[in-house]
């Protein structure tokens, strides 16, 4: 075993004292160590309930014959972040997640690593983390939360607190009513309701082979989701044994598969980001393309929360990832995955149970999948779009540009009424090294369309957007602002055309003109010069690559 390193010899005898000290047996020492990296902590709904899933990973550890060792893993929530200096952390916490995983487990010469995660960089981190290990591993995400509920209406946290927050601006709901949402939009533990990252990312990391089968949806509180805890801590001992490790089963054609049924369930486009990361620590070339090359062949056949009209509890009810798998058998390979199904097994004992929000392909809510690329001289390297939560009259639009160097200054114009019916909003200096860290714009995206603008006004921007987010906003532009990317000699009037059906990306300038502009242009003092953020800009690659650190 691995951990033999650290147990065995007479050379390790101070070694074997100080395990002995945390109160293992002599017995013990025979068994194989796992690793439990558990995130758990009291600021993140998503995250709160883990303290129980621990119980029934440290159970299937030891029923399986291992002796687990817990270390703890930092976490944010990005909807507390949202808004403010905080936004600039969760990407960069991905890269701390992953090297705290790298550091603990080969420090300690574990055998294996179970992985208790769920909101939104946490869980891409892990996938990275054990990647770059290499060693027998299992995902555990602690499930979506359910749905709120307010008058017998639903409630879904993006839409009944960041929506409802410019519609009270208008005045049309009452400050009352308004805490009403704040008390009931989140009823308890788990990942916020709709398809935002998260959850997507719960989703593809079942589909790619990483969690047992029906992990992805199992909801928070379920007694389903303790089983899965306790099955994959019994699993990860046996992957130890037969020495099945992560890169037996994250390859290329597994990850087209998570990429497939990202597109069919139209989830958040950060997962471009985290797949690509991901890739990368598994010595995959993974690029931009691929994703649009998949997108534009399979069919959105699910209607999800934010765009959509269900929730994840509808997902769960319906069959969830097993039942999504069903549906796409013939456009995906035939993987394995660490549960020693293949996935067309776990396709065929699958059942769908509800049509409609599992829709056949004949009746899927769009012909393409989730997200599109686009190309142009706005963004040479790339930008991307969640198409299906953009309306079909805003599939293409002619604007004018509103240019912003920082999110709360669009923020601000939009609540104030200073954007109008045909602006483009502009929000630059928000890439990954000008933000830093690639801040989500959830509040301006949320207040368009709690101001009614989302079918008339557009948003672009070398930042990023939550899951949470939908209407033509468009992210991820490649070359970032701070990088002398195109969106940086952008001025107030210049007209944007977004081509999403053609995947254009462009400015109404000749390339005279840009040169010109570009002449003149002088990038802006980097926002922050002190601490991990400095560094972390320092470092940190274009969204086109996957914002990973070189």
Request: charged share 25%; aromatic share 6%; proline share 5%.
């Amino acid at each position: 075993m691995r951990s033999d390193k650290i147990k065995k010899g007479l050379e390790r005898v101070p070694h074997r004292a100080l395990l002995h000290a945390t109160g293992l047996s002599r017995k013990d020492l025979e068994r194989p160590f796992i690793g439990v990296a558990t995130s758990f902590t009291d600021l993140i709904p998503g995250h709160i309930g883990m303290r129980d899933l621990e119980r029934y990973i440290e159970r299937g550890i030891c029923y399986g014959g291992g002796v687990p060792f817990f270390f703890g893993v930092p976490g944010i929530c990005d909807g507390i972040a949202m808004g403010h200096l905080g936004m600039c952390y969760p990407l960069a916490l991905r890269e701390i997640v992953a090297d705290t995983i790298e550091t603990v487990c080969n420090a300690h010469s574990l055998d294996g690593i179970v992985c208790l995660t769920n909101c939104d960089k946490i869980t891409p981190g892990m996938l990275m983390g054990i990647a770059r290990l290499n060693i027998p591993a299992i995902i555990i995400t602690a499930g979506p939360m359910l749905s709120g509920r307010f008058r017998q209406k639903k409630l879904a946290f993006v839409h009944d607190t960041y929506e409802a927050l410019a519609r009270a601006k208008k005045g049309e709901i009452s400050a009352q009513d308004l805490v009403c949402l704040e008390m009931e939009a989140c009823p308890g533990a788990g990942s916020c309701q709709g398809l935002y990252t998260a959850n997507t990312m719960a989703c593809i990391t079942e589909a790619l082979g990483m969690s047992l089968s029906g992990c992805g949806t199992a909801l928070a509180v379920s007694a389903k989701k303790r089983r899965i805890a306790q099955a994959s801590g019994e699993r990860v001992v046996e992957l130890v044994k037969k020495d099945i490790k992560p890169l037996d089963i994250i390859n290329r054609k597994s990850l087209e598969n998570a990429i497939t049924v990202d597109m069919a369930l139209g989830g958040s486009s950060n997962t471009v980001l985290h797949l690509m990361a991901i890739a990368h620590e598994a010595g995959i070339n993974l690029d931009l393309k691929t994703f649009d090359k998949i997108s534009k062949v399979t069919p959105h056949i699910t209607n999800l929360e934010p765009a959509g009209e269900y929730f994840m509890e509808d997902l769960e009810f319906a069959g969830g990832v097993p039942a999504v798998l069903k549906r796409l058998k013939l456009r995906l390979s035939n993987t394995f995955t660490l549960s020693g199904k293949k996935i067309f097994d776990i396709a065929d004992e699958a059942e769908i149970t509800d049509d409609e929000v599992i829709r056949p392909f004949g009746r899927a809510y769009h012909t393409q999948g989730g997200l599109a690329v686009l190309f142009g001289n706005l963004a040479p390297d790339g930008a991307v779009v969640k198409q299906s939560a953009v309306s079909s009259n805003m599939m293409k639009f002619l604007g004018r540009a509103r240019v912003f160097n920082r999110e709360e200054e669009a923020m601000s114009a939009i609540l104030n009424g200073r954007i109008k019916k045909g602006d483009c909003i502009v929000i630059r200096y928000e890439g990954p090294s000008g933000g830093p860290g690639m801040r989500e714009m959830l509040a301006p995206t949320s207040a368009i369309v709690g101001m009614g603008l989302e079918k008339s006004v557009a948003l672009i921007t070398d930042g990023r957007f939550s899951g949470g987010t939908k209407g033509p906003c468009i992210g991820h532009i490649s070359p970032e602002a701070a990088k002398a990317g195109p969106i940086a000699i952008l001025k107030d009037g210049d007209i944007i055309s977004i081509d999403i059906p053609n995947r254009k990306l462009e400015v109404k300038l000749a390339k005279s003109e840009i040169e010109k502009r570009f002449k003149a242009w002088k990038p802006i003092p980097p926002k922050i010069r002190s601490g991990y953020l400095a560094r972390y800009l320092r470092l940190v690659s274009s969204a086109d690559k996957g914002a990973i650190l070189t």
